[in-house]
C-alpha cells in the first residue's frame, strides 16, 4: 500500500506540474502564473503529502517487522537462561 501511495503522489505531483507548464507555454506571464497557482499548488501539496504518507506506511512495516524479530530473540534469549538455571 505504501508504494502504490508513493506512486500515486508522484504522478499526482508530475501530472500537474506537466498541466502547469502546459499552461504557461502560451503566456508565460505572471498574471497567468496567479491564475493557476490557486488549482496547482494544492494538487502538488496533496501529491507530496501522498508520497510522505507512503514513505511513513514502509518505515512503520519495516518497524513492526523489526519488532517481531527483536521479541523473537529476546525469547530465545530467555528460553536459554531458563534452561541454564535448571541445569
Not at 488549482?39 to 507512503?54: K, T
Not at 517487522?65 to 530465545?76: E, L, T
Request: aromatic share 6%; no cysteine.
Amino acid at each position: 500500500m505504501g508504494k502504490f501511495l508513493e506512486f500515486l503522489g508522484g504522478t499526482i505531483v508530475i501530472g500537474t506540474l506537466a498541466l502547469l507548464a502546459m499552461t504557461l507555454v502560451p503566456t508565460p506571464d505572471v498574471k497567468t502564473l496567479v491564475a493557476v497557482l490557486p488549482w496547482a499548488f494544492p494538487a502538488i501539496a496533496s501529491g507530496l503529502i501522498l508520497v510522505a504518507f507512503g514513505a511513513m506506511l514502509g518505515h512503520l512495516a519495516a518497524i513492526r517487522s523489526a519488532a517481531d524479530r527483536q521479541a523473537d530473540i529476546f525469547q530465545q534469549l530467555l528460553d536459554r537462561r531458563s534452561t541454564a538455571k535448571k541445569e
